[in-house]
T-cell receptor, first 113, second 116 residues
Framework: GNSVTQMEGPVTLSEEAFLTINCTYT??????LFWYVQYPGEGLQLLLK?????DKGSNKGFEATYRKETTSFHLEKGSVQVSDSAVYFC????????????FGKGTHLIIQP | EAGVAQSPRYKIIEKRQSVAFWCNPI?????LYWYQQILGQGPKLLIQ????????DSQLPKDRFSAERLKGVDSTLKIQPAKLEDSAVYLC??????????????FGEGSRLTVL
């Protein structure tokens, strides 16, 4: 079955630090990959996505590249801000959408001023 | 554009009682999902509807959980009888069909259930 593994949190960084949150996956076929974010007191929302190998998703300064050879989709940002503090979920969707999204456990990111 | 609406936001019940959650998806979204998110874990899919038909309910504990989506719009998720391990946030999400929406789900704020 499908599964997503992401690094445990919490991850605590200082403002303007470089961020990497690791994500690897197991899936049948060729899944689409996503990063969702949950800000305090808000619902989950899509941050970025990639639908095929070597695609790079980007949004709000965050980037992630779909690496089929390493089955990875690591999230990166060059300079984090306090407002980036949130829980980040890596997820995949396969089966043409019939399987819904499979999520990782989430990584709590805390940015200190 | 209005987002996914869920109610109630919070519910506290005793074990063996019943509870129901309601979801109104974004207008025009044919696909509706219910997820269960236990504290410290990622959301787990319970059931997926396409219009008013069930696409996947393989992880729904059918001895106590039920869900329906009458007329292909609103949906309700019911738990009867509740157990302690059902304490979680129940998330509703909606989307366009996969090929049109490319897998983007729009989530509501969730309904937090505490079973005592």
């Amino acid at each position: 079955g499908n599964s997503v593994t992401q690094m445990e949190g919490p991850v605590t960084l200082s403002e303007e630090a470089f961020l990497t949150i690791n994500c690897t996956y197991t899936a049948t076929g060729y899944p689409s990959l996503f990063w969702y974010v949950q800000y305090p007191g808000e619902g989950l929302q899509l941050l970025l996505k990639a639908t095929k190998a070597d695609d790079k998703g980007s949004n709000k300064g965050f980037e992630a590249t779909y690496r089929k050879e390493t089955t990875s989709f690591h999230l990166e940002k060059g300079s984090v801000q306090v407002s980036d503090s949130a829980v980040y979920f890596c997820a995949l969707m396969s089966g043409g959408g019939a399987d819904g999204l499979t999520f990782g456990k989430g990584t709590h990111l805390i940015i200190q001023p | 554009e209005a987002g996914v609406a869920q109610s109630p936001r919070y519910k506290i019940i005793e074990k063996r009682q019943s509870v129901a959650f309601w979801c109104n998806p974004i207008s025009g979204h044919a696909t509706l999902y219910w997820y269960q998110q236990i504290l410290g874990q990622g959301p787990k899919l319970l059931i997926q509807f396409q219009n008013n038909g069930v696409v996947d309910d393989s992880q729904l504990p059918k001895d106590r959980f039920s869900a329906e989506r009458l007329k292909g719009v609103d949906s309700t998720l019911k738990i009867q009888p509740a157990k302690l391990e059902d304490s979680a946030v129940y998330l509703c999400a909606s989307s366009l069909p996969f090929r049109r929406g490319a897998g983007e789900l729009f989530f509501g704020e969730g309904s937090r259930l505490t079973v005592l």
